[in-house]
Nanobody, 127 residues
Framework: QVQLVESGGGLVQAEGSLRLSCAASGRHFFWYNMGWFRHNSRNEREFVAGIDETATNTYYEDSLKGRFTISRDNARNTMYLQMNNLKPEDTAVYYC????????????????????WGQGTQVTVSS
């Protein structure tokens, strides 16, 4: 089992940047596939990015490629999301998630594969 805590959200102007962190506690962080999702103002959940256990493979929502970068530091039990050139439509609550084989079976973009979720961090982008 793993517990997840997000941080780094806040208010930023359009074209600004933020880096979100997801700190994991528990055992064997390096076993887990990790992902970022967001809930927008319409309460729709969207896949943002995913990363496999060893950071060999990363996955992105197509519209976010080039602006967002996912990474992880297994020695620090932490995952990151670097967000650049932010837009008002990026405003959402961002959640990190962890999963094991179900993520691989369903694909990193499918939220059903992730068994563990953080509490979320609010990102607000002003125009």
């Amino acid at each position: 089992q793993v517990q997840l805590v997000e941080s780094g959200g806040g208010l930023v102007q359009a074209e600004g940047s933020l880096r979100l962190s997801c700190a994991a506690s528990g055992r064997h962080f390096f076993w887990y596939n990790m992902g970022w999702f967001r809930h927008n103002s319409r309460n729709e959940r969207e896949f943002v990015a995913g990363i496999d256990e060893t950071a060999t493979n990363t996955y992105y929502e197509d519209s976010l490629k080039g602006r967002f970068t996912i990474s992880r530091d297994n020695a620090r039990n932490t995952m990151y999301l670097q967000m650049n050139n932010l837009k008002p439509e990026d405003t959402a609550v961002y959640y990190c998630a962890a999963g094991l084989s179900a993520v691989e079976a369903l694909g990193h973009m499918d939220a059903r594969g992730y068994a563990y979720w953080g509490q979320g961090t609010q990102v607000t982008v002003s125009s």
